[in-house]
T-cell receptor
Framework: GAVVSQHPSWVICKSGTSVKIECRSL??????MFWYRQFPKQSLMLMAT?????????EQGVEKDKFLINHASLTLSTLTVTSAHPEDSSFYIC???????????FGPGTRLTVL | RKEVEQDPGPFNVPEGATVAFNCTYS??????FFWYRQDCRKEPKLLMS???SGNEDGRFTAQLNRASQYISLLIRDSKLSDSATYLC????????????FGPGTRLSVLP
């Protein structure tokens, strides 16, 4: 399968700071990437769909001004958690949509802890 | 009703056992279906796509029943390394659209 990387793999920050997470498709171009969040012992919840060159589409209940998404190239999407609070602590996972089959390839995830 | 529902689990089985997971989905227009596995604190990894005719990959067999809106995964001769959470995933709206994940069923294969 295709390779998707995320950076950083984990981050600890103080409340009120902003954190940027990068998602890269390493061996293919992804016009569509997805951002998910997973709380402990819960399933993945889609936050937003990121399309290259256009504004992201956010799911209901996800604040677009708090979770800024930029998909400036076919291999990179970024998620910025602005003014992070402890309740934003979670496992953030991105995925890239395959070009041929309707499969999603997941990055390794970023574990965010806000103190 | 949730869009995708799965057996609540956990399933604790001995090595070599056969185990089956069930999944139902609510949107009859759903297009694609997958099984992913997720290890603790890791990202989901695609296990197999599920086709209308059913498909098999080694010890794993997936089946889809569109009329009943039901998907299954059968694991034969289970190994310790099969211990993970198995996620039923449905694509309700076609290519390029988001996936809907089931809550997962946790499997522990015991020595």
């Amino acid at each position: 399968g295709a390779v998707v990387s995320q950076h950083p793999s984990w981050v600890i920050c103080k409340s009120g700071t902003s954190v940027k997470i990068e998602c890269r498709s390493l061996d293919f171009q992804a016009t569509t990437m997805f951002w998910y969040r997973q709380f402990p012992k819960q399933s993945l919840m889609l936050m937003a769909t990121s399309n290259e060159g256009s504004k992201a589409t956010y799911e209901q209940g996800v604040e677009k001004d708090k979770f800024l998404i930029n998909h400036a190239s076919l291999t990179l999407s970024t998620l910025t958690v602005t003014s992070a609070h402890p309740e934003d602590s979670s496992f953030y996972i991105c995925s890239a949509l395959g070009r041929i089959y309707n499969e999603q390839f997941f990055g390794p995830g970023t574990r965010l802890t806000v103190l | 009703r949730k869009e995708v529902e799965q057996d609540p689990g956990p399933f604790n089985v001995p090595e070599g056992a056969t185990v089956a997971f069930n999944c139902t989905y609510s949107n009859s227009a759903s297009q694609s279906f997958f099984w992913y596995r997720q290890d603790c604190r890791k990202e989901p990894k695609l296990l197999m796509s599920v086709y209308s005719s059913g498909n098999e990959d080694g010890r794993f067999t997936a089946q889809l029943n569109r009329a009943s809106q039901y998907i299954s995964l059968l694991i034969r001769d289970s190994k310790l390394s099969d211990s993970a959470t198995y996620l039923c995933v449905v694509n309700p709206a076609g290519y390029g659209q988001n996936f809907v994940f089931g809550p997962g069923t946790r499997l522990s294969v015991l020595p």
